[in-house]
């Protein structure tokens, strides 16, 4: 892979869709989710203009499940409403080990005596949830959770240094994605008159329009968001600078260290939000967050009157 000076053109309608010679979310496209897949080592290579860098998996694994991430009847792991015009599915990704590898690029901006960056993980999983219009199967909105059990990672104060620097080259790159990606992100979703289609349950249940819709508000995803969930994480940052400056140690310039425990440590983003809309849907939505989003509302009314004024 190799990053965009300019962010590319949207994909457009599913390949799947267009390859089956329909335009809608068919029998394609179940098929292909319903795949079991296992991958017993995948390598994935990514160049900048100030880094490169490499992921590596092994024993990756991908399947379907549930609203409750369990493994079921593939008729469970999607839910169909028929009057939204929308499909909610489901997906896990899980591996043994996960090592990520980035370096500065022979002719980047980056400082010469910085070291490479190396991350080992163990046991890790992936969960993803889309939210398609079943007349053209586009994404509406999706939500990605990376969720780690222990980490343990070892810094040195360049690694760290180099971590920042690499973020830094990428933030330009992200900017104009996140840019692009608002742009083209519909106020709402106009759904369009198709033939109803029905809802498998076991049992030979057939449930009406209102529990579908029920069961569907209860999973739906009201905007995109990425989550990062690490359980328990060991950071040790150690200053190496007596290794890189001559006589260092001569004069006792002994190198110090650091040590940070997280735990259940999160972070949420959700890029489409807009100030003072409300929040009640996040994952960690809390009563604080209610004087957050009036102070935020207020902003943006007087803003937009100053605004009009101009």
């Known amino acids: ?37 296992v991958v017993n080592s995948i390598t994935i290579k990514i160049h900048s203009k100030a880094f490169h860098a490499s992921f590596e998996l092994w024993q990756l694994q991908g399947y379907s499940v549930n609203p409750n991430w369990q493994q079921s009847d593939l008729r469970l792991t999607r839910i169909t409403d028929p009057q939204r015009g929308e499909v909610l599915t489901f997906k896990e990704l899980t591996w043994q080990t996960l090592r990520i590898e980035a370096d500065a690029t022979d002719n980047g901006d980056q400082d010469p005596v910085t070291t490479p960056l190396r991350l080992i993980t163990n046991q890790g999983r992936i969960q993803i949830s889309l939210k398609r219009r ?25 690694q760290l240094k180099a971590m920042m620097k690499y973020a830094e080259s990428l933030s330009e790159a992200m900017e104009k994605s996140a840019q692009q990606r608002k742009s083209l ?27 579908i819709g029920q069961y569907f508000d209860k999973h739906d995803m009201k905007e995109s968001s990425y989550h990062l969930l690490i359980s328990h994480l060991d950071l040790h940052i150690c200053d190496d600078s007596h290794t ?30 807009r100030a003072g809309d409300p929040c009640k849907h996040w994952v960690r939505y809390s009563e604080a967050m209610e004087t957050r989003g009036q102070w935020a509302k207020k902003l943006v009314s007087e803003f937009q009157s100053k ?4």
């Open 1 to 37: 892979m190799r990053t965009c000076e300019e962010p590319r053109p949207p994909n457009g309608q599913s390949p799947i869709a267009l390859a089956a010679g329909q335009s809608e979310y068919g029998f394609a496209e179940k098929v292909v989710e319903g795949m079991f897949i």
């Open 134 to 158: 079943t007349k053209d199967c586009n994404v509406v909105a999706s939500k990605l959770m990376f969720l780690l059990d222990d980490l343990l990672w070892v810094l040195t104060d360049s």
């Open 185 to 211: 992100a519909p106020e709402s979703v106009q759904v369009s008159e198709f033939t109803q289609q029905s809802w498998s349950q076991p049992f030979g249940v057939s449930p009406n329009a209102s529990s």
């Open 244 to 273: 890189r400056e001559s006589g260092a140690l001569k004069h006792g310039m002994l190198g110090g260290a650091m040590q940070l425990t997280f735990r259940r440590m999160a972070f949420d983003y959700y890029p489409f939000h």
């Open 307 to 310: 605004i009009e004024k101009l």
